[in-house]
């Protein structure tokens, strides 16, 4: 289907009762808000499949996903999508305050480029408060962005766990992999990052990174730049 010209392209809001959701081959542009809204609550339990849509001009985020309150779920596939021109993410995961529960987000093989007005927003952005998480990134394109290529960042002690790998990350205006929080677990592997304004960033406490076999090269900052604590 084509979605366009409208405030928010597709709005999915689910709770216990909610089926799984599924959206493929589709376009959504020109938005006046966000591209795609994906929102689990109340013990909310479901599977989210995103396959092969473009979306593009969207004056906020392209996906927002977000998973909010004790119990809540949602398992995400999010695969061989192109995302671009977004104002601000192009895809935002938030899992806020779900207690209780482990959501898994895999995002693979797409394409995200010319999202944010400023370098403080991200082609990918993850953020967490008081949930457990296991996020995967891999295969993916993320390039010429205002800001930066993948950003995780964990604000609640509760265990995330973070695997990077085999993306190609260049020509953003930030970091191109930015890793923060004291109880974020990550591995970031074979990712090959040139030509951002820094290669990788992280800054973890009681839990140990894995770095290995990345390819960096012509970033204009620190390449690596590590902030560990015991």
């Not at 930066?148 to 265990?159: A, C, H, L, T």
Request: proline fraction near 0%.
């Amino acid at each position: 289907c084509i979605v366009e010209y409208c405030a928010t392209g597709i709005a999915y809001l689910g709770d216990t009762a909610s089926r799984d959701f599924s959206l493929t081959d589709s376009v959504i542009r020109y938005a006046g808000t966000d591209g795609l809204y994906v929102y689990g609550t109340n013990a909310a339990d479901f599977e989210v499949t995103l396959t092969g849509n473009e979306i593009h001009d969207i004056s906020r985020y392209g996906l927002y996903y977000y998973v909010y309150g004790s119990g809540s779920r949602m398992n995400g596939t999010i695969a061989g999508n192109t995302v671009h021109h977004t104002s601000q993410n192009g895809l935002y995961f938030y899992f806020n305050n779900a207690r209780g529960t482990t959501s898994t987000v895999h995002v693979s093989d797409n394409e995200i480029y010319q999202t944010g007005i400023n370098s403080g927003y991200a082609g990918i952005y993850v953020n967490e408060y008081r949930n457990s998480t296991a996020f995967y990134a891999s295969g993916n394109h993320i390039h010429d962005n205002a800001g930066y290529g993948i950003s995780v960042n964990e604000s609640s002690y509760d265990s995330v766990y973070a695997e990077i790998s085999n993306n190609q990350v260049n020509n953003n205006g930030n970091t191109a992999i930015y890793l923060n929080g004291a109880s974020l677990n990550p591995v970031v592997s074979l990712n090959r990052i040139y030509e951002n304004y820094r290669g990788i960033y992280c800054s973890i406490g009681y839990y140990k990174g894995d770095f290995y076999y990345n390819d960096l090269h012509d970033n204009s900052g620190r390449v690596i730049d590590l902030n560990l604590s015991a």
